[in-house]
């Protein structure tokens, strides 16, 4: 079979069906040393097929490939709860700079002293956006810097005696799914709070469930909603007088950073999510940084290392009195911390504060925008993000969301969230984040609206979409349950 050409079905012909037997990408020199046995013969493949193209064919099939991929620098990227926002490639620039990038991590402090500095400067600048000036860099993701606020929580409630009785964790029914299994994960049980009419905190069910059992309440400011948690911090209060800790999921930092912290609310620990609030391209599920802040009172607890200037001037990484303990080798995701540092400095208190501002515009302008053609289950302003309902659609039309979804691709846009939170039926979460300007905003608004439109006039196109996609809807349940794992000359062999 002869090598591909521009416009080929990627879909359809991997770079195995492209190669021509003896084409090379790359010549491999002799090997002129010592030889190597190899393992038992039953360990052995009889043939390994690989694809067998030109340099040049490579080249152009991974080109061409990467060009059919959507990110952040094709177009607008509305994916809710994850931010994937364009993030200044400067920041790029200095996490790769050769004094940053390539110091071992086991080197001694003193020759390492420019990234301690800027480590402990972040922690700095993240302790006074946060009003939480304990911080520890640590975690590696916004699970893990959960999971470390949880468990410190567990250490203090030790340390006061409290342990065995306080076995409850409080978390609201539209809150990220990683907060029920961080705690969880800690040993607690959890109670679930569900959500009143006004998309905040049901009040009485908080007031009737927190007693002595209850060792501590997760709440994301801003919620999942996209919405304010109202009275948040009459609830810190009612959360302390029983003796318990308020936790804060910081994931939704960039609507409120520079205008609101978790400290001045009467939260006790946050964990932030640097890979989306502070400059960290974050598709496929990582890199990530989750830091772990809180209260002074709190601080000997933080997982280690914890970055502090010494007294001789000298910064280094240390483990406090009563650490929770170490999370992953070495000192955190270096590389994240960097750019957020980056990010931070060159934006400044008032940089940050309208980031925050242009994020909560944009969202608010979407609302406004798309409000009379798809329904709004807290129609109330909103702050980072909308939730939307396709519910109209599914009940009028036979349409759902998911349909919307996938033709929103043949407008050149990547969908949005689609079913979560999981308290709105036929959700579609929409971030535009700060960085999108009113032009793409209101395309995206557009297509939308002509996607509703067309649920009423032409339903099954949506049913099939997306249309003009290199590769069509999928079969997902077979597909998760009989997956094909590797390259077959016949796909109709099964795997």
Not at 352 to 363: D, E, F, I, K
Request: glycine residues 12%.
């Amino acid at each position: 079979m002869s090598a591909s050409g521009p416009g080929d079905d990627f879909g359809g012909r991997l770079s195995f069906d492209r190669g021509v037997p003896g084409r090379r990408a790359v010549d491999v020199p002799s090997w002129d040393g010592e030889p190597t046995p190899l393992p038992e013969s039953h360990l052995l493949r009889d043939s390994v097929r690989l694809p067998e193209l030109s340099q040049g064919e490579l080249v152009r099939y991974y080109t061409e490939l990467s060009a059919r991929n959507y990110g952040i620098d094709s177009g607008t990227y509305p994916l809710g709860s994850c931010t994937m926002k364009y993030n200044p490639k400067v920041d790029d620039l200095v996490a790769s700079l050769p004094g940053l990038a390539e110091p071992h991590p086991q080197a001694p402090a003193e020759e390492v002293q420019g990234t301690l500095r800027t480590l402990a400067e972040l922690a700095g600048g993240l302790g006074e956006i946060t009003g939480l000036p304990a911080v520890s860099l640590a975690p590696a993701a916004g699970a893990q810097g959960e999971l470390a606020g949880v468990l410190m929580i567990t250490r203090a409630l030790e340390d006061r005696g409290e342990l065995a009785q306080r076995r409850r964790i409080l978390v609201p029914d539209s809150a990220h799914g990683t907060n029920p299994a961080t705690a969880a994960m800690a040993g607690y049980s959890v109670t679930q709070i569900p959500t009143g009419a006004d998309g905040s905190l049901d009040r009485a069910t908080i007031e009737r469930e927190l007693d002595a059992s209850v060792a501590a309440v997760m709440v994301t400011v801003p919620n999942t909603l996209g919405l304010w948690e109202q009275g948040i911090e009459e609830v810190a209060g009612l959360i302390h007088h029983a003796g318990a800790y308020l936790y804060g999921d910081g994931a939704n930092l960039n609507a409120i950073m520079g205008r609101v912290r978790y400290g001045d609310l009467g939260f006790d620990v946050v964990h932030l999510n640097l890979h989306k609030s502070f400059s960290t391209p974050h598709g496929g599920g990582g890199p990530g940084a989750g830091p772990v802040c809180c209260r002074p009172e709190l601080a000997r607890y933080l997982p280690t290392p914890v970055v502090v200037e010494c007294d001789d001037g000298v910064v280094r990484l240390t483990e406090p009195e009563r650490s929770i303990g170490r999370l992953q080798q070495f000192h955190g995701n270096v590389g994240v911390l960097v750019r957020a540092y980056a990010y931070m400095r060159a934006l400044g208190l008032e940089g940050l504060r309208a980031v925050s501002g242009q994020a909560v515009l944009n969202a608010n302008y979407l609302r406004v925008l798309m409000g009379d053609h798809y329904d709004l289950p807290y129609d109330r302003p909103v702050l980072h993000e909308v939730v939307f309902s396709g519910t109209r659609q599914r009940r009028l039309h036979g349409v759902r969301t998911y349909d919307i979804a996938k033709r929103l691709i043949d407008h050149g846009f990547h969908p949005p969230t689609v079913y979560f939170p999981l308290i709105v039926e036929e959700a579609l979460m929409i971030e535009p984040t700060e960085t999108e300007p009113p032009e793409a905003i209101e395309a995206l608004a557009e297509a939308m609206i002509a996607i509703a439109e067309e649920a009423g006039r032409d339903p099954e196109t949506l049913h099939g979409a997306p249309w003009g996609a290199p590769i069509g809807r999928l079969d997902e349940t077979t597909a998760a349950r009989r997956p094909v794992l590797r390259w077959q000359e016949d796909l109709n062999d099964g795997p």
